[in-house]
């Protein structure tokens, strides 16, 4: 009887001690700090901009490389991740953008094998400069739920920016947790960050906001798209770009039922505040293109936005076909008004 009750005293402390390693930094900031500038070194450099050029933006939630199986306890292999990586960059590449914003991006994490997935996108599209942001730095993740050794090692990801123009600064606007989250979910919950970085071109300074709003809280995701919408309104720097997995829909397929686009039509309210407050246009012409899922889009939940007193949208798209995500990447190319 003393050794059972001593065993179910113990477990507590277990679990105890078991928390603590799993909430614990599976990097310390010394070894990798939570947000950053860079500089690639790439021997591909792409050329310098010319003075004067348009300006092509993406924005890919390229869900960290795994494909259709992202999101999915489904086993995924290095030759999946690797493919999948060289598959967005040869898109992209045809691209030529200027400025990538990426969304889910794993930072040499175990589930990806160790590929630094910011500096692999770096180096193959030529773009020297960026900037990143942690979302997740943990041990542990109850997901998948099955097999459970895929729940453990090293899991760092984030949000990152890669551009063609030197990045002279970044600050950060931190979301806060759904507060309908049980406190204990919330402990394994990523956070939610917003990128703004202040970049030269043409000598002149731009400030850049890259987004991944809260995807299962209407209420939480509203809340972010004033604060946010709110931040972009206050920057004093006259030329703005925002773009990002908003998690809000502002198109859907037209071959829908009615109750299909009911059921997601709701989540377009984040994008009404957004652009309520900002002013800004979202960089759609008449076509249906939408983003997701990548292998049967069904909806436009990735947006780019831009200020239309400023700028002229010359043209946009996706990349049809691209599964090397969940997500399809958006693009749109824009040239000053004279």
Known sequence: ??????????????????????????????????????????????PAAEKGRSLKIVSYNIGYASGDKNNLPLPLTREEVEKNLKDMAE?????????????????????TFGINQMEFLSRALGLPYGAYVVTWNKRYLPWP????????????????????????????????????????????????????????????PLAVFNVHLEAFDPKSRGGQAEALGLWVKEEATQEKWVGGDFNSISKLRADLTEEEKKALEDRGEALRIF??????????????????????PVKKI??????????????????PGLVASDHLPVWAEFEALK
């Open 1 to 46: 009887m003393r050794k059972l009750l001593l065993s179910l005293l113990a477990l507590p402390v277990l679990f105890g001690l078991f928390l603590l390693w799993a909430l614990s930094p599976a990097v310390s900031p010394g070894k990798f700090p939570p947000e950053g500038i860079f500089q690639g070194t790439a021997p591909e450099a792409a």
């Open 91 to 111: 898109a992209l590449s045809k691209l030529n953008p200027d400025l990538v914003l990426l969304q889910e991006v794993d930072f040499r994490s175990a589930r």
């Open 302 to 319: 990735d947006h780019i936005f831009y200020d239309a007193s400023r700028f002229r949208m010359m043209k946009m798209g996706t990349v």
């Open 275 to 296: 652009m309520d407050l900002t002013g800004l246009s979202n960089a759609e012409d008449g076509n249906e293109v939408l983003t997701m899922p990548s292998w049967n």
């Open 145 to 204: 739920y099955w097999p459970p050794r895929a729940q453990f090692g090293r899991l760092v990801s984030g949000q990152a920016v890669l551009s063609r123009f030197p990045i002279e600064k970044q600050e950060l606007l931190r979301f806060p947790k759904p507060a309908s989250n049980p406190f204990w979910y919330n402990w394994f919950y990523l956070d939610r960050i917003a990128q703004k970085l202040i970049l030269t071109r043409d000598g002149q």
